[in-house]
């Protein structure tokens, strides 16, 4: 089975987004905006394979493969960037906190 069309629009747009900084505007985090996050991200190699397994495990689609979350899911990988990149003295905390299932590496 491959993966629906949808699934790929939406995998592609939200790298899109991260690898040219503009995942803070599309989410509405200006903190995240002013952050040069990927080069901090690659520091530890674990937090890029954390931020796609959050995004993936956040995903929803219909019965036809279309997303039907796409931004909540950009919203949540987000999330833990900020979490992962401290801002000065800004103390971020995800809310609602990451659960274990959207956390699991498969």
Same mark, same amino acid.
């Given at each position: &089975? $491959? ?5 790929r629009n939406a995998l592609r747009f939200?790298? %899109? %987004?991260?690898t040219n900084g503009t995942l803070g505007?599309?989410?509405? @985090? /200006? +903190?995240?905006? /002013?952050? *040069? %996050?990927?080069?901090?991200? &690659?520091?530890? #190699? /674990? *937090? &890029?394979? &954390? ?14 493969? +279309?997303?039907? *979350?796409?931004?909540? !899911?950009? $919203?949540? !990988? ?7 990149? #401290?801002?000065? @003295? @800004?103390?971020?905390?995800?809310? #609602? ?6 956390? +699991?590496?498969?």
């Amino acid at each position: &089975m $491959k993966l629906s069309k949808g699934y790929r629009n939406a995998l592609r747009f939200f790298t %899109y %987004y991260f690898t040219n900084g503009t995942l803070g505007h599309m989410v509405g @985090d /200006s +903190k995240l905006e /002013s952050l *040069n %996050y990927q080069e901090r991200l &690659m520091e530890i #190699p /674990s *937090n &890029m394979e &954390m931020l796609i397994a959050i995004y993936s495990n956040n995903i929803e689609m219909d019965e036809d493969g +279309k997303v039907t *979350n796409h931004l909540h !899911a950009m $919203k949540r !990988a987000a999330q833990f960037i900020r979490e992962a990149c #401290p801002i000065d @003295d @800004d103390e971020y905390v995800v809310e #609602p906190e990451f659960e274990n299932w959207e956390t +699991k590496l498969h």
